[in-house]
Each structure stands twice: as structure tokens, then as C-alpha cells.
């Protein structure tokens, strides 16, 4: 089966080093520390999103994949607490065309749902979906891995991915080199940077992104709220997440910040948004993470080979509905050769002309 070397420690490294792990493959996981975009990731679970369908396929898949994995993960594994999409009942047919599970809600189902929205309409409700922490549930995947047989060398950073006669044999470290049959690259932007002296081409979106994380607060909201101006949900814990892009209109294409913000704009915007629906008086943020997502230049997933034998890819966003699913199908191909139809859109050849 060969010795496979994973490069990142975010949950879609995570989730394909325990996939090979407990297939009994040798597997050593590579990175200088956790996933900040993994970290920094609002964890919503959904299909709700896309309309085009094939990548309507792959989110419902992946959804399926968690629930999968739900079993091994603990107190990980996500709450599948549905969506609720406020104003968007105009988009009932599209979707459920596509093959969406969904409902149509007046004001008066919302109300009973959530009796605690201040500002309420009609909306749309995905039982389907839900939410997961990425950070703790890349730990867990990990540790599973980890049991499993994996190496985990954290605190290294990749300095170069090493060739021999194009092909990939592993990577040169801050602390030596690693060898390996087969290596994934899963460390967000940073694949960009290591695929470049291969003279291979990555494009990616500019995508910086802000997650206000508020202090606790009583349990109020069930469902992940999709407003016209901002998702918001609340943990475990009754802390709010609230991510700082807009939410997609009318569940369309996601749009997200193309430049920096001032971290006091993005509390002050979040924080009125959340009043407006919810009545948490003058509930403060406790932190704001940031991280550079890693969106690849059409928006879509790239998964599997790129062109120079022994190294593949696994970089996507959104990588919280995907890890699952794309560590399935990826190892499979890597252990038995045979192309997943599922993948066969998402591969880096096509942006090259």
C-alpha cells in the first residue's frame, strides 16, 4: 500500500490521515501546527449553498460522510441542528429541484421553531444540516489517526516538496527530510507556494475571513440562521459564532471579504446583526479569529492528482462540509487506482488551457 505523507493539520488533512490510518496504511502527518483556517471556520455543515449539481452531489455526499464518521468522533461530532434561511422562500423550487430536503415556512412555523428571533419571516428550513467544530474535531481525527499507527511530526514546517526524476518522494522539513511513496498536500494557501518551484499552478482566490466569537450566553437559537446580512449560530458552550463575510444572498455563490477589515468594524457590524434577531442585550465578543481561507480560483474543490507522479491535492473550501467526503474518496483512489466519479470535476487539470 505504500507510505503516505500528509501535509496539514486541518480537518481535511486530519480526516484523510485517519481514513488511510484505520485502512492500515503507513501514514505520517506533517505540519508546522493546526489549520488556522480549520480553526478559524464557522463549521457549518450544509449543501444549501451550491446550485449547480454535481457540486450539489459532492456537499450532500459529504454530509453523509460526517454522519459516517459521527460515531468514532464524540463529543466532535456535529450537531445536525438544520439550517434555518431567513427571506429566501423564493428559491423553494430551484432548490428542491436539485434534490434538496427542505421546507417552506411562514412566519408563524419560524416563530415555533425559534421563539426567541426577534425579527422573524418566512424562511427556509434544511432539517439536513448542521454544524461541527472544526478545531476539536480535527484534534479528535487525529488522535484516531494516531491510534491507527499514524506519525504525527507537528511543529515542522514543510520547506519543499522533494523530487527525483519528477517524482515526488516526500518533503524537506525544518527538521530534515521526510520520505514518502505518495504525498497529499491539505495546508490550505500554503499548497500554492510548495507547488510553485514543481512549476505547477495552483490559482487561488484572495479570501480572508473574520469569526467573532461572542461570551456565552443562555441557549436561544437552535438551527444555524442564515440572514441577508450574516450566518450566526450557537454552540455547545452559548457562545455565538458569527462569521464577518456576508452570508450568501438568496443562497447563491458565497462572496466573502476581498480585503482586511478593522477588527473593531467587524465586532460592531456582527454584534448589531446579532441583536437584531436575537435578544442578547449588550453581550460582548470574546475574540475575533482570522485566517486566509483557501478558496480555489473557480470557487470549487481541487482533490487529486496534479500532474507530477507521487503528489496529489486536497485543498477546498468549504473544507468543514467536505473533509469527510473527499478523505473517502481520495484514499480510495490512492489505494486501488480507480478514479471516483464524484472527484472526476474537481480535478487541478481543469485550469490549465
Request: one cysteine or more; a negative charge.
Amino acid at each position: 500500500m505504500g507510505r503516505y505523507l500528509i501535509v496539514g493539520a486541518g480537518l481535511v488533512g486530519a480526516a484523510l490521515a485517519e481514513r488511510l490510518a484505520r485502512a492500515e496504511a503507513e501514514v505520517v502527518v506533517v505540519a508546522e501546527g493546526p489549520g488556522r483556517a480549520t480553526e478559524a471556520s464557522f463549521g457549518w455543515l450544509n449543501a444549501s449553498t451550491a446550485r449547480d449539481p454535481t457540486y450539489v452531489a459532492l456537499r450532500a455526499a459529504g454530509l453523509a460522510a460526517w454522519r459516517r464518521r459521527a460515531p468514532d468522533l464524540g463529543a466532535t461530532a456535529p450537531a445536525w441542528s438544520g439550517t434555518l434561511a431567513l427571506d429566501a422562500p423564493g428559491d423553494a423550487g430551484e432548490l428542491a429541484a436539485l434534490g434538496r430536503d427542505l421546507a417552506r415556512l411562514d412566519p408563524a412555523a419560524v416563530s415555533a421553531l425559534e421563539p426567541a428571533l426577534a425579527v422573524s419571516g418566512p424562511a427556509l428550513r434544511f432539517p439536513r444540516e448542521g454544524a461541527i467544530a472544526p478545531g476539536p474535531a480535527a484534534r479528535k481525527l487525529l488522535s484516531l489517526a494516531a491510534a491507527n499507527g499514524a506519525r504525527l511530526l507537528l511543529g515542522q514546517r514543510v520547506l519543499s516538496i522533494l523530487a527525483d526524476d519528477g517524482e515526488a518522494v516526500g518533503v524537506e522539513t525544518s527538521s530534515g527530510l521526510v520520505l514518502a511513496d505518495h504525498t497529499i498536500l491539505a495546508a490550505g494557501t500554503g499548497v500554492a507556494e510548495l507547488l510553485a518551484p514543481l512549476a505547477v499552478a495552483l490559482p487561488l482566490r484572495h479570501r480572508p475571513g473574520e469569526l467573532l466569537i461572542t461570551a456565552p450566553a443562555p441557549a436561544m437559537l437552535r438551527h444555524v440562521l442564515v440572514t441577508p446580512e450574516r450566518e450566526i449560530r450557537q454552540d455547545a458552550t452559548g457562545r455565538f459564532l458569527i462569521p464577518s463575510s456576508p452570508a450568501p444572498a438568496a443562497h447563491g455563490a458565497v462572496t466573502g471579504l476581498e480585503r482586511p477589515f478593522d477588527m473593531d468594524d467587524i465586532a460592531r457590524a456582527s454584534l448589531a446583526v446579532l441583536r437584531r434577531f436575537l435578544p442578547v442585550g449588550d453581550l460582548d465578543y470574546e475574540c475575533i479569529l482570522s485566517a486566509a481561507r483557501p478558496v480555489p480560483g473557480d470557487g470549487l474543490p481541487v482533490i487529486g492528482p496534479t500532474g507530477i507522479d507521487g503528489l496529489s491535492l486536497a485543498v477546498m473550501h468549504s473544507g468543514a462540509t467536505l473533509a469527510a467526503i473527499a478523505a473517502e474518496l481520495l484514499a480510495d483512489e490512492l489505494k486501488t487506482g480507480i478514479s471516483q466519479d464524484l472527484l472526476a470535476p474537481y480535478r487541478l487539470t481543469r485550469f490549465r488551457t
